[in-house]
């Protein structure tokens, strides 16, 4: 980032952003905005509570669940959408449709399929994640070099050794880009999921402090979740660079 | 890099011979892609063991479809293609491939790439790896092996793609367009280390080029095709007296101009048949 022909490291623009909205919440003004200070205090607070962590500890149960079966149906979809034409030409729509769709309204019907509680949530952070992973994978899959895969098969590579030793490697930068792309819509997802079911963990957490108008607790669980999934997101971020190196290479 | 390249002896580079035994037969060879486009038509050819022999034509006249089917990479709508007698449908380990893109694995380092083939045949790690530095070294890339493709240029690239054919000692080596990637300096080099590698490992190589001289000066057949569909239009034999020469004197040599010349008039032709269209 350059301020005034000077170099500043992009932290600060973070602690900008800090800076005002500690000087909006003081000043009172807005009344949505309590001051940042006020809302790390509750952050650190919430942190200790014992309801926090149980709601934690379900909510991230249920989105391991749900993104663990979207990362392996994901795959799987864009492996077979790649290599089997008539997969694509069959599924390719639905799943396009669905990793642009407003997800978030199917998820009363959900609830009238799987109940209230975990299930509905799980399945809703499958249904965020897995439309992505799945396109990401396809589109991976369908740009390995055609000659890759002749150079394999010269060498009598067999089926098996085809997908583990050279088509899921080939296409492992894009399957990454969509597991990253997928966690931020499976956080979303969880979240949704929860304040529509509303009385599951937190969810329940988030619509208790909006109804009250406890907005600084409000602030600091949005905070809380915004780093968990900033953390994951670069930590994914970070692999993906390890595999980069030969991403621009392949052809 | 530093490779020393001996001058091939006489014995090494012998004129091919009618007693030459056929290692790999091709007959009635047709193919017609899906969509109609008719790349070969009734091909038959033979290719003489230890022997290299060039594919040479117009563009698009069918080279990588024949090559392809004879590793069997691609089915031939019509036709049979015999390896040491015996009638192939599909990749087998006494052929390997050369890709003209080199078709490396770009995560892999060039060790494990060398490697490739011998993993695919089920070879244990340490025969494996010991293998292909051997191999790594008769390419002239010994200090390389943990190198990634992406950190070699393009003409070290083409010395893994060689050093993997080489490691799975098939008897034949197909090669398309090899060196087409690569300036002209390095290409020669190549040529000059492939004549060595081949006389040291008694392969049979086809080999598909565009370049007449490069086809004149390695080959010890060449096999001129005509324009889509693909025939067999004439068989040259350059028969270039090797010893004691340098290579830039064999290419000075009245006997390998003659050859560029009629070659090239062969080719001329087609030119302009296809300009007159
Ligand atoms: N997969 C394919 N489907 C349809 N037609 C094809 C396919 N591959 C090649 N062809 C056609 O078959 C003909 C022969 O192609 P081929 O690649 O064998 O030619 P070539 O002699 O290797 O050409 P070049 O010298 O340009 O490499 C061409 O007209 C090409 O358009
Ligand atoms: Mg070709």
Known sequence: ?251 | MTTVIASPTQEEHSRVNDTAQEIVEVSGITKVYPGGTVALRGVDLAFPKGKMTTLLGPSGCGKTTLLKIIAGLLDATEGVVRVNGKEVSGPGPERAFVFQDFALLPWATVLTNVGFGLEMQGVDKATREAKSRSYITKVGLAGFEDNYPHELSGGMRQRVGLARALAVSADVLLMDEPFSAVDEQTRRLFQEELLRLLAMENKTVIFVTHSIEEAVYVSDQIVLLSPRPGRINRVVIPGIERDGKTPDEIRREPGFLDTVEDIWDTLKKYLDEERMV
């Open chain 1, 1 to 251: 980032m350059v301020f005034f022909g000077v170099r500043v490291p992009a932290v600060f623009s973070l602690l900008i952003w800090c800076a005002l909205w500690e000087v909006v919440g003081r000043m009172d003004a807005v009344f949505i905005f309590p001051p940042l200070s006020a809302v790390l205090v509750k952050l650190v607070m919430i942190l200790g509570q014992n309801n926090f962590h149980e709601a934690a500890i379900i909510s991230l149960k249920a989105f391991s669940i749900g993104m663990f079966w979207a990362v392996l149906v994901g795959v799987f979809l864009g492996f077979l959408m790649g290599r089997v034409d008539a997969a694509n030409k069959l599924l390719g729509m639905w799943v396009n449709i669905f990793a642009s769709a407003p997800l978030s309204s199917l998820v009363p019907i959900l609830m009238l399929l799987f109940g209230f509680g975990e299930t509905t949530i799980i399945v809703t952070v499958f249904l965020f994640a897995v439309w992505i992973i799945t396109l990401d994978t396809y589109a991976g899959v369908s740009h390995i070099s055609p000659s890759l895969n002749e150079m394999a098969r010269s060498f009598g590579a067999s089926k098996w050794d085809m997908y583990t030793k050279v088509l899921f490697w080939a296409a492992l930068p894009e399957i990454l880009a969509g597991i990253r792309m997928g966690f931020i819509r499976a956080v979303k997802g969880v979240v949704i999921g929860q304040l529509l079911v509303s009385v599951v963990a937190l969810g329940a957490m988030f619509s208790r402090y909006s109804r009250s108008f406890l907005l600084e607790e409000f602030w600091a669980l949005a905070l809380i979740l915004f780093v968990f999934a900033l953390g994951i997101s670069s930590m994914i971020g970070w692999v993906e660079r390890r595999v980069e190196y030969y991403a621009g290479a392949r052809m």
